[in-house]
């Protein structure tokens, strides 16, 4: 089993920066592709960021790529995601997410662990 709870949420103007992070419980966290997922107001959830198990591979979302960076550190059992040039729209409730099969990463990946997630809301 896998615990995810996320912090750093917070309301920020356009152009600021925030980092989340996601602190999991349970054994298997190295061996879990890992998301940050995002759901906006009217808006479908989406995956912004993936990284794989070992970190050395990384996904992004077009509407994030140069602005969003994530990164993991299995020893601690943390996943990050720093987020720089924030948009109005990007203004939404963030989750990380862990994958249902070890060693899956990915966008297209299957999620099985997802924590309840942190608001973000970005003033213009």
């Known amino acids: 089993q896998l615990q995810l709870v996320e912090t750093g949420g917070g309301l920020v103007q356009a152009g600021g920066s925030l980092t989340l992070t996601c602190q999991a419980s349970g054994r298997v966290f190295g061996m879990k592709g890992l998301a940050w997922r995002r759901q906006g107001p009217g808006k479908e959830r989406e995956v912004v960021a993936a990284?794989?198990?070992?970190?050395?591979?990384?996904y992004y979302a077009d509407s994030v790529q140069g602005r969003f960076t994530i990164s993991r550190d299995n020893v601690k059992s943390t996943v990050h995601l720093q987020m720089n040039g924030l948009k109005p729209e990007d203004t939404a409730v963030y989750s990380c997410?862990?994958?249902?099969?070890?060693?899956?990463?990915?966008?297209?990946?299957?999620?099985?662990?997802w924590g309840h997630g942190t608001q973000v809301t970005v003033s213009s």
């Open positions: 990284i794989s198990t070992s970190g050395d591979a990384t």
């Open positions: 997410a862990a994958t249902a099969a070890s060693y899956d990463f990915g966008p297209e990946a299957q999620y099985g662990y």
